[in-house]
């Protein structure tokens, strides 16, 4: 099956400093690669994604590149704030919609 | 209204109880999913329904019963549980289950098992 490896487990920043996450996959077959941010005490939201067809995807300060032939994708935060401080999970889709999800990164932005 | 409604936030119970835990979504979804958060663990993909129909039991204990009336309400039925299984269940919902659908996560349900 599908092994999703999430680097690092931790990550602290200073505010306005770039923060970026990443993330291996095992499976060539997997096409589509979800972001999730989750805070406390809430379940996790999606904040950006990107499929197999494309190599790089923006929304603002959030980005995400795909390797397909590494088999990675990262998450890229510039401009960070406080606000910005949570979980981050990257996950892996294959054809059924079932998703691999990594282990987390808890981003802390220091102000 | 929030896309994803679950219920109760928190639930406390012993081992000899029998509770249930709702998931309802109001995105107009067909397919709907119970996961498992434990503490550094990834999350664990329990059971996948797409049109009410059980598509995925991923190898889940039977004191673990779900049940889909309709493709809105997904229900999690919880008896003669073990301390292992506190952990947050969190309810998800997509389009449906082909490729590149997005989930949609509720805020989950922090069940303790004494």
């Known amino acids: 099956g599908e092994n999703v490896e999430q680097h690092p487990s931790t990550l602290s920043v200073q505010e306005g400093d770039s923060a970026v996450i990443k993330c291996t996959y095992s499976?060539?077959?997997?096409?589509?690669f979800p972001w999730y941010k989750q805070e406390l005490g809430k379940g996790p939201q999606l904040i950006i994604d990107?499929?197999?067809?494309?190599g790089e995807k923006k929304d603002q300060r959030i980005a995400v590149t795909l390797n397909k032939t590494a088999k990675h994708f990262s998450l890229h935060i510039t401009e960070t704030q406080p606000e910005d401080s949570a979980v981050y999970f990257c996950a892996a889709g294959d054809n059924f919609n079932k998703f691999y999800f990594g282990s987390g990164t808890k981003l802390n932005v220091k102000p | 209204e929030t896309g994803v409604t679950q219920t109760p936030r928190h639930l406390v119970m012993g081992m000899t109880n029998k509770k249930s835990l709702k998931c309802e979504q109001h995105l107009g979804h067909n397919a709907m999913y119970w996961y498992k958060q434990s503490a550094k663990k990834p999350l664990e993909l329990m059971f996948v329904?797409?049109?009410?129909?059980?598509?995925e039991n991923n190898s889940v204990p039977s004191r673990f019963s779900p049940e889909c009336p309709n493709s809105s309400h997904l229900f999690l039925h919880l008896h003669t549980l073990q301390p292992e299984d506190s952990a947050l269940y969190l309810c998800?919902?997509?389009?449906?289950?082909?490729?590149?659908?997005?989930?949609?996560f509720g805020d989950g349900t922090r069940l303790s098992i004494l």
């Open positions: 990107i499929r197999s067809n494309v």
């Open positions: 329904y797409s049109l009410e129909e059980r598509v």
């Open positions: 499976d060539s077959a997997s096409n589509y």
């Open positions: 998800a919902s997509s389009q449906g289950l082909n490729s590149n659908q997005p989930q949609h």
